[in-house]
């Protein structure tokens, strides 16, 4: 058997597993927001179904995903111009948020896709927007090769490509890379001559493009957030999507990449919650001095759910209002338009984060030993919440806010603020 080798590390790799076949069909296109919400509400059903096992046996969610691109809730952002449903910010991170809470891998593996759904509109000339978009609309899944585990910063990349005239020629490797795995196209991060980024959208079966199935997280086990090794893969011009375009000046492309962050750990924290409401309710015993008969009227587990719930309230109101927010500057953007949606949606994300890992944790301590039994699988809460939230520091959230209440000091413009 052949064994691919990282030439900087020089570790042996698993063989690359293939990419999944294209949609017989074109995706359905939603029309309206209410109708999104209706269709995650009826997915997230299905999905949760099946959550638990697929998290246990890290069951790479195919058949989920195909529904899931398929239901038209993969292309909300497109815009109307372009054939789409264009529903508000507010509604796509409603929707994320409800899948999330069925199974967070599933919703997280969309993030990326619909971020770079949001940069093509920002950064894309017309005629790629078209070809793009139609891409989008016909149930074509983006996945992710963006970050690079061997850099200094997360935001430092040594994938580059080199100019072949009508394509470009790409090289490098990728860790984190959720999505890909189970992509059709793989849009990878990779710097010009002049250091700039663009999106470099590669066939998920290109030659030279490899996936390696290598995700060992204790959480968010079915992303399959493993690696991509790109070796002189050819990539159009069309297909080359300028990136530095949506930080070159304010956008808010990188607070819709943030808030479906947000909206994800919403959801974990949401399904934490309701999992212990329902464990103290059906199997939880009440403390031996309480005299009572039912854990659910112990007063200490009482307090302690009002409490999760207060936080997990104004959690997703927080997460509304960022919707709220970005809606305003996707539509008109400017300096103080931008930053306001930055600063929106990172108070959401400072929250969200808070609530996942407080319910997620707590639930063990209110619903007693029973809840830690394997046949529960209950810490896939924990490990979902402890695992993603990781992916950028609230303590760094935190500053942002200080900095710009005290100083007046906008964000950053970059994909993690």
Sequence with gaps: MNIAVDARTLEPQRPGAPGPARPPSPAHVIRVDSEALAIARRLAGAFRAGASERDRDAVRPLAELDAFSQSGLWSINVPRAYGGPEVSYRTLAAVIAIIAAADPAIAQIAQNHLGIVAAIRTASDEAQKRLLFGEVLRGTRFGNAFSERGTKRAADFDTRFTDHGDHVVVRGQKFYATGALLAHLVPIVALDDQ???????????????????????????????????????????????????????????????????????????????DDTVRFVREKARPWIDSGLERASDDPYTIQAIGDLTIRQHAAEALLDRAGLALDAAVAQPSAESVAAAQLAVAEAKVLTTEVALAAANKLFELSGTRSTLA??????????????????????KYAIIGNHALNGVNPPLHAWS
């Design 375 to 396: 046949a529960e699988n209950l810490d896939r809460h924990w490990r979902n919440a402890r695992t993603h939230t990781l992916h950028d520091p609230v303590r760094w």
């Design 195 to 273: 250091g700039r980024a663009w999106y470099a959208i590669a066939e998920r079966d290109a030659p030279g493009l490899t996936v390696i199935d290598d995700w060992s997280s204790f959480g968010q086990r079915g992303t399959a957030s493993g690696t991509v090794l790109i070796e002189d893969v050819r990539v159009p011009k069309t297909h080359l999507v300028p990136a530095w375009k949506g930080y070159e000046v304010p956008t808010a492309d990188g607070a819709v990449f943030q808030i479906i962050q947000a909206a994800v750990d919403a959801g974990i924290g949401r399904e934490a919650l």
